[in-house]
Every structure is written in structure tokens, then in C-alpha cells.
């Protein structure tokens, strides 16, 4: 069993910060890919930000030179810093992880619970 917990998310005023956390336990080997999605109302899932193993990272166009991806490989846990939040921010954020488990060859994909946030004055 693998379980990904996202915390973080809350309401904030445009202009503001927030960090969000991903933690990931359970039977883990080896975390590859983490990434951070977002799902706005009346819209699909989109990719915020992406973390290679190495810590190469990629971000959406919207978010680029706003937001900062980060991992820390130790804590099996990866980072959203979000600044000079907008309202078009607002969404519910997930953590997405490629991890292979100690007890399979396979590699799958694990998604969060998701964290609200809110951009709002």
C-alpha cells in the first residue's frame, strides 16, 4: 500500500504565498517522476509542475517564474512553493508520483487526495 498526503492548501489573498507538502508512505522502493496537478471548477485536470529524479523540473506556461517545484528524496516528499498568487490559481491541487512499490516490478502512477486553494480578497 502506497499513500500520498497532500497539506497546504488554504484560503489567500492575490499577491500572496503558499507552500503546498506531498508525502508519500507505505511500501515504497523507488519514487521516479513527482508532479503537482490542478483542477479548477467546470475544468480538467492540468499539470502545474513535474520533478524528475535528478531534479530536473517543468512548469505550465501559467505558472513559470511563479511557482517552485522541489523534492526532497530523504522524506519522500515533494514541494509546491507558489508565489504572486492569482485568483485563476484557484483550484484543488494534486500530488501525482511514479513509484515502484517493494513488492512488484511495476512502476504506477499515485495520486493524492487533493488540497484546496483559494486565491480570493
Known amino acids: 500500500q502506497v499513500q500520498l498526503v497532500e497539506s497546504g492548501g488554504e484560503l489567500v489573498q492575490p499577491g500572496g504565498s503558499l507552500r503546498l507538502s506531498c508525502e508519500a508512505s507505505?511500501?515504497?522502493?523507488?519514487?521516479?517522476?513527482m508532479g503537482w496537478y490542478r483542477q479548477a471548477p467546470e475544468k480538467s485536470r492540468e499539470l502545474v509542475a513535474s520533478i524528475s529524479m535528478s531534479g530536473s523540473a517543468n512548469y505550465a506556461n501559467s505558472v513559470a517564474g511563479r511557482f517552485t517545484i522541489s523534492r526532497d528524496n530523504a522524506k519522500n516528499t515533494v514541494y509546491l512553493q507558489m508565489n504572486s498568487l492569482k485568483p485563476e490559481d484557484t483550484a484543488v491541487y494534486y500530488c501525482n508520483e511514479e513509484i515502484r512499490t517493494d513488492y512488484s516490478d511495476f512502476i504506477r502512477n499515485y495520486w493524492g487526495q487533493g488540497t484546496q486553494v483559494t486565491v480570493s480578497s
Open positions: 507505505g511500501s515504497i522502493d523507488t519514487i521516479y517522476s
